[in-house]
């Protein structure tokens, strides 16, 4: 991205950015409750980052993806999740479910979407999915009207600080943060 320097929204209206991630916190314990585990949260949080061109957020959710145990191999396949047999048949209508959303402009969620996903989640799991996905696509909106960095990793993790923001819906745990910028 380029480096012309950008507002950072997170620190010039703390106040929004903190309900912000008050909102995640509390979408967090919905998916929990409704029993989405940190797997498929993990999975349509890297999606909606990947379609949104959100580089930080797949940075930082494919770091929380191989804490909550996935593997490269999983990890890899899910932009391409219609053609890889590796997610089962709950983690594929909430990737759907997570590209409805992602393009919802587009015409909402289409009914067939609404109804294949309908048919093999529960309406709280639904539910839930759909707050994550709500608050991923708003962490996404952010990262990028900032163009938050993404900078090569020398083989460790990356550094951010912790005045930024959370990891969007990744369940109660230390929050996700993006790096400082002086915008």
């Not at 940075?59 to 929380?64: K, Y």
């Not at 759909?130 to 090569?152: E, K, T």
Request: some cysteine; charged content about 25%; overall charge negative.
């Amino acid at each position: 991205m380029g480096e012309e320097r950008r507002v950072h929204l997170s620190k010039k209206a703390p106040e929004a950015y903190e309900a912000l991630r008050s909102f995640s916190t509390t979408v967090g314990r919905i998916a929990a409750e409704a029993g989405i585990d940190a797997r498929l949260r993990e999975i349509v949080q890297i999606h909606a980052s990947q379609l949104n061109g959100c580089a930080f957020c797949v940075r930082v959710h494919v770091d929380a993806a191989v804490k909550a145990g996935l593997d490269a191999d999983v990890i890899a396949q899910i932009a391409t999740w219609r053609e890889s047999g590796v997610f089962d048949e709950r983690e594929r209508a909430a990737l759907e479910l997570t590209e409805a959303f992602t393009f919802i402009h587009e015409g909402g969620v289409p009914d067939d979407v609404y109804d294949q996903a309908g048919g093999i989640l529960s309406e709280p799991e639904y539910v839930a999915l759909s707050w994550v996905l709500v608050a991923i696509n708003a962490f996404n909106r952010v990262a990028i009207a900032g163009r938050y960095p993404v900078p090569p990793r020398s083989g460790a993790p990356a550094v951010v600080s912790p005045d930024a923001a959370p990891p969007a819906t990744t369940a109660p745990r230390a929050p996700h943060v993006h790096p400082e910028g002086d915008a």
